[in-house]
């Protein structure tokens, strides 16, 4: 009986996961999709929480970057799930390979 509840409670759990196909925690913003985005602005200092979560089957990746337009070099990048505080500031970030 508590075997099949713990099946389900986990079903259920993946069920809500799959509801996007990525989310990204940043500056104190939540950002989630399906899909690719392109070069989105958001102000994330340094010493302040990233998070980014996949959905179990996704190959999505984000990089971020230390401009708003995404032009110059590339500061971080991952297509796995990662937590970290941020070195440095961030002012905009792409999701690509979904």
Do not use: P, Y
Not at 31 to 48: I, R
Not at 52 to 72: I, M, N, Q, Y
Request: aromatic letters at 12%.
């Amino acid at each position: 009986m508590i075997s099949t509840i713990f099946k389900i409670l986990f079903i259920l759990s993946l069920i809500s996961v799959q509801a996007f196909a990525w989310t990204l925690t940043l500056g104190g913003k939540v950002f989630d999709g399906t899909d690719n985005l392109t070069c989105t602005a958001v102000t994330a200092f340094s010493g302040s929480q990233l998070s980014w979560k996949r959905g179990f089957f996704e190959d999505c990746c984000v990089r971020l970057h230390s401009d708003s337009l995404c032009s110059t070099q590339q500061v971080g990048f991952s297509c796995e799930d990662w937590s970290k505080v941020l070195g440095q500031d961030i002012n905009a970030f792409q999701v690509t390979n979904c």
